[in-house]
């Protein structure tokens, strides 16, 4: 769809699916340079760019002036840039609003000024949830019906990245991805926060009775997908990446009891989260159709022992990062 990217600006690049896009780029793509803007909230740490050769820069992705001038450099931007966690979302969405609406509102007006080619980043929680025994997944085509104040706002980010295409014409293309997993993942969410909890000899935690589903894919299968998407997509498309991984919250934490050693019953169930959505399931159909797009990581097992080992060899990384987020919980009436 355009000229070969040499020059690429990843926002939100310090957390777990940006600096994997960058490590991901660096291996694939070594030619291509990367800058990185991230503001380094709890959810961002250097740390996880160690060795990527990336240009990090602290800062806002709502501050005009910083993301115009790191725009103008660049022939493509990838916007990661969020915050991502639907049980803090519930408890102040402020900072949801500021970064992933006026945050995006921002970078939409710098790109419209340079010219530069955006890629958003998505989630298919924008489409709201499904029942367990509807055979129906989401589409391209599924109407928004967010939940939570983070599935809204970005739902709302979706919605501004549209408008610029139609109404200024910008160049830009849209992903809507389902649960991933990998590592560098923040110690809050589900997965690593089981293995961590595991590894530092307390009881897992399942929301209410864990009949939840979530299309669990690889981080780095998701970042194929937008690597293709950047190459091949169609300007103003949406993309709805998944891999078919769909498995309930009770079956992943019985298989990461059984992969690191601990009795099926050795965990708790606790209060549920609030309008906690029930079902994701991804269509990925013309990602793969038209764009010949297929995901690496097809055992869920596989990956997950990979994502325990990165864990168990990396406490140095999460450790701190565990008390901080259990003190939080703690704090929170569910979870
Ligand atoms: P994350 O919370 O791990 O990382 C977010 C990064 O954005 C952090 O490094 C943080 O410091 C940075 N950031 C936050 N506010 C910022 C601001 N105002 N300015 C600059 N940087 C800021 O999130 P993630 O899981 O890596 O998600 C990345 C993107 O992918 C998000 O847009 C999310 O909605 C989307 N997504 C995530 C998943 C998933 O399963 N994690 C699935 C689909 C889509
Ligand atoms: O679908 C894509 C979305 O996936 C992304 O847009 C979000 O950024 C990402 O955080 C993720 O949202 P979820 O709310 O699905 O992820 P989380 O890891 O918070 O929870 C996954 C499931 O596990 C969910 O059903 C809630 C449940 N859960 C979560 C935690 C933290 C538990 O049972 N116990 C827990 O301790």
């Not at 991901?24 to 160690?50: F, M, N, Q």
């Not at 928004?144 to 919605?159: E, F, L, R, T, V």
């Not at 300007?235 to 498995?247: M, N, S, W």
């Not at 793969?288 to 797009?293: A, M, N």
Request: some cysteine.
């Amino acid at each position: 769809m355009s000229a070969p990217i040499t020059r690429v600006l990843v926002t939100g690049g310090a957390g777990f699916i940006g600096a994997n896009f960058v490590h991901l780029t660096r291996r694939l793509r070594p030619e291509v340079h990367i800058t990185v803007l991230d503001k380094l909230t709890y959810a961002g740490d250097r740390a996880s760019l160690a060795g990527s050769g990336a240009e990090l820069v602290v800062g806002d992705v709502a501050d005009a002036e910083l993301v115009d001038e790191l725009v103008a450099r660049v022939d493509a931007v990838v916007h990661f840039a969020a915050e991502s966690h639907n049980d803090n979302s519930l408890t102040d969405p402020s900072p949801f609003i500021h970064t992933n609406l006026v945050g995006t509102f921002t970078l939409l007006e710098a790109v419209r000024r340079h010219g530069v080619r955006l890629h958003h980043v998505s989630t298919d929680e924008v489409y709201g949830d499904l029942a367990l025994d509807d055979p129906v997944r989401f589409t391209e085509t599924t109407a928004y019906n967010p939940s939570s104040p983070y599935s809204a706002s970005k739902a709302g980010s979706d919605m501004l990245v549209r408008a610029w295409v139609r109404s200024f014409g910008i160049t830009a293309t849209l992903s809507n991805c389902s649960n991933n997993y990998g590592p560098y993942q923040h110690v809050e969410k589900f997965i690593p926060r089981q293995i961590t909890h595991v590894l530092t000899g307390r009881r897992p935690v399942l929301y209410g009775a864990g009949r939840n589903v979530r299309d669990w894919i690889h981080v780095d299968d998701h970042n194929t997908a937008v690597w293709r998407i950047l190459d091949a997509g169609e300007t103003g498309r949406t993309y709805l990446i998944g891999a078919d991984g769909e498995l309930d919250n009770r079956t992943v934490l019985a298989m990461i009891l059984e992969q690191m050693g601990r009795g099926a019953d050795d965990f708790d169930h606790v209060a549920d989260r609030p309008g906690h959505d029930l079902r994701y399931a991804i269509d990925a159909g013309p990602l793969r159709t038209e764009l010949g797009w297929r995901p690496r990581y097809t055992d869920f097992a596989e990956g997950l022992a990979d994502t325990i080992a990165w864990y168990r060899e990396h406490s140095d990384w999460w450790a701190q990062a565990k008390e901080r987020v259990e003190r939080r919980y703690a704090e929170q009436e569910w979870g």
